[in-house]
């Protein structure tokens, strides 16, 4: 416990820090909740997209072996050469429960038509556009799963950060302000003890030489 100045000031000023103290944990404890109720909903969203990403990787994997194997890797490879393109993506910002995220989304779903990719349609069978429509699908999902998992971080730190405080205020701060507030009252205590123990025995003392001159002037010899 730090050094403190047993004084009636002090023990209001300890006293007013404390309900400072203790009306910032209610509202941190407050925001903790809140942050809670939005932090809960995006980690099952995270864990459906991180399902639907590995289900569409699978599926494109699955999808080029086939097509490796049936049409021949030299095609595939030519199609893939011959595509071009780009994923836009729009990054803008947001606030939730005061804390800043940046939202990602999408400009235009990755999926493009056929007459889009590049290769010829004609020289290719359905199996490659079936590759790039899975591929495409990839970027779309990889795009959503950034935003979400940047939303679950960015609250997950400011969860983690209001915890930590709230726990300091709980448990350290607040009970050392207690017991400094219980040491100052019980030195107070204590010395106004003390005072009175003091102020007895001057009263006794006046009571005894009031006695002392009343006998005397009693017996005449005042």
Do not use: C, W
């Not at 836009?88 to 606030?95: A, C, K, N």
């Amino acid at each position: 416990m730090e050094q403190v100045h047993p004084t009636r000031s002090e023990l209001l000023k300890r006293k007013a820090n404390r309900a400072l103290a203790e009306q910032g944990m209610n509202l941190l404890k407050r925001k903790r909740d809140a942050l809670l109720r939005e932090f809960m909903p995006i980690i099952d969203e995270t864990m459906r997209l991180s399902l639907r990403l590995e289900r569409v990787t699978a599926d494109a994997q699955y999808e080029l072996s086939m097509a490796k194997a049936k049409e021949g890797g030299p095609v595939i490879r030519s199609a893939s050469f011959a595509a071009s393109g780009e994923a836009l993506v729009d990054i803008t910002g947001t606030h939730v429960m005061g804390v800043p995220i940046p939202v990602i989304k999408k400009g235009t779903s990755s999926i493009r038509p056929l007459t889009k990719r590049g290769y010829s349609i004609t020289g290719v069978s359905g199996r490659v556009d079936s590759i790039a429509d899975k591929f495409e699908e990839i970027i779309d999902v990889i795009i959503e799963s950034a935003d979400i998992e940047t939303r679950l971080r960015r609250l997950g730190e400011e969860l983690r950060k209001t915890n930590r405080r709230v726990n300091a205020l709980e448990n350290i701060v607040i009970p050392d302000l207690s017991e400094q507030i219980k040491f100052i009252n019980m030195s107070l205590e204590e010395r106004a003890r003390e005072d009175i123990f003091r102020l007895k025995k001057v009263k006794k003392a006046l009571e005894r030489k009031e006695m002392e001159r009343l006998r005397r002037l009693s017996s005449g010899q005042l």
